[in-house]
Structures are given as structure tokens and as C-alpha cells.
DNA sequence: TATTGTTATACTCTATAACTATA
DNA sequence: TATAGTTATAGAGTATAACAATA
């Protein structure tokens, strides 16, 4: 372990920005059939939180409110959620993920995951553990809280 | 290097999946005013290959024709590449990046650098290095050839 | 008044399909 | 005919500003 801590460098971070951007591109990409990143990513949110107001949500997922309204409008039309009203404060409701929401979040999630997989293949064991612990401190930058 | 080679964690790679869209979006947001990701990553492109035709570029930035077109329409508008048709086929023209491109992609970079600098602030010399690492299999990930 | 969420509107990015110009 | 690029069109995702309902 270095004793000074470097700054990253210019270099690092420019390719970081713009590895992420085309990582992204290609994950809308190849979900243009099925459940969109935007989607997938919410309804992961509202699995794992469990019930959420729209506010919270949209704190979570890092959008304005306007965008999260969207989003889940899309989501309770395909019945993925379901929003139950707050009996205390009429203004809110708490949004959760429906069995069907479940069952099409897993299948989606085994889609999507064989395309990126299949791209994993090309690193060695050891490049894919490398990228498994750089994953956390990626979630951290992101300030996702598990 | 190991003899068995296990595939990646179904947990991992939906992690990574949800943190790469998250952290585009991130960029996305914070670089509202100035050049978008879209534009930068083409600008970069066009910089760092030389004068590329149109398709070219498509194939590159991993987009159909029709989105380079715009792109490429937007970036010219702002005076930021040129287009010096081809003397021999007629159809196609290469983009070179400007002088106005050039300093421009500078300052941005400068900007859209601290945005994330700030939030690499947070994690040690070792997990940025470790972050460093990981990086060229992020790039293998998308295909990007240096 | 303050807060929560929605509606109205606009813009970027991207795609597919159909077309034009050139090879 | 085949290829390179453009135009037409559509849809997702996001934002800001203005509004409505409730606290």
C-alpha cells in the first residue's frame, strides 16, 4: 500500500467517464424488447427497500420526482407495483413490487444477465475477480447504500 | 493464473449491471449545461483516432449511422469538428476534430474530471488503485480498442 | 405556509424504415 | 445493385416550471 494517496490520475478518470458511458449504451441497447434499465433499476430498488414513497425512490434512484412519477406510472400499468396509500398522510403512498413484479424482475435479471456474462467470458478468473472488487467501490461512488 | 476459471456471480454481475446505469446517469445529470456525454465521447473519439468517416465513427461509439449523423450534425453546428469530404468516394466524408474541439474538450474534460475526482476523494489510494485495475476490463467489456 | 406529488412542456439520445446520392 | 449517409418518425428518459392536494 502506497503511503502518499495520489489524486487519480486525469487519464484514470477520463476513462472512467467514458467506459461507463458506452457500458451503459450497450446494457439500453440490448434490453430494447424487455424491461428498460430505468425500469429494471427501479423496480430493483422498490424489491429490495421494500415499500417506498415516490420521493424516496426517486432520493434512491438519484432523478426528480417528475421522472419517478413516470416511472412508476409505467411500472403499475404493467403491474409490476402497486401503490398502497399512506392512511396517515393523504398525500403519499408507498409503492412495492407485485408477485408478477418478482417473477419478471428475476426473468429479466437472467436476460440481462446472460448478455453481460457472456461479454465476462472474456476475462480470466482472476480479471473477474479483480472487477468483483472494484465493484464496491464503484456502488460507493454512486453513494448506493446496500 | 487458475486452472478452473468460475463464471461470475449472478449477484455480481446484476451489480454491475444497476451500478453502471446509475453512475451514467450521474454523468449525465451533472454535465446538463456543458457538453453531453453523447457529444464528449464522440468528440473524444474523434480526437484520439483521427479523422474517421461517418460509419466509422457509428461503429465505434457502438451506435447506428442515423445517431451519428446527429451527432456529428450537432458537433459541426457548434464548430467543434469539420468534415473534408473524400476526394474519391464521393459519399463519405472524414470528421476531424477542430482547434475549437480540441480546447474544448479540454476544459470539459476539467470539469467533468472534478465532478468525479471529488467523489474518488472518498476512497483510499489502495481502492483506487484497486478501481485502476479494473478499469481496462471494463474496457475489454465494451470492446474498446485503445 | 410547506411538502408531496402531478401535469405541462421541452430537450437529448436512440432506433427503425424509407430515401438519396454515389460507387 | 450495393453502399454511405440522411431524413422522417417515434419513443424512452430526463429536466424545469407551474400546479393541486394535503399537512
Redesign the interface.
Known sequence: ??I?????S?E??????????????????QSADELS??L??TL?TVERRGPLTLGELAAA???QPPSMTRAVARLEERGLVTRVPDPVDRRTARVSISAAGSKTLTAA?RR??AY??E??????????A??????P??????G?QL
Open positions: 500500500m502506497p502518499v494517496t495520489a489524486p487519480a486525469v484514470t478518470i477520463t476513462r472512467l467517464r467514458l467506459v461507463v458511458m458506452r457500458l451503459s449504451r450497450l446494457l439500453r441497447q434499465p430505468t429494471t433499476s430493483s434512484e438519484r432523478v435479471r440481462k444477465n453481460l456474462a461479454r465476462l467470458t472474456t476475462l480470466t478468473a482472476e480479471e473477474r479483480s472487477l468483483e472488487r472494484a465493484l467501490l464503484l456502488e460507493r461512488l454512486v448506493d
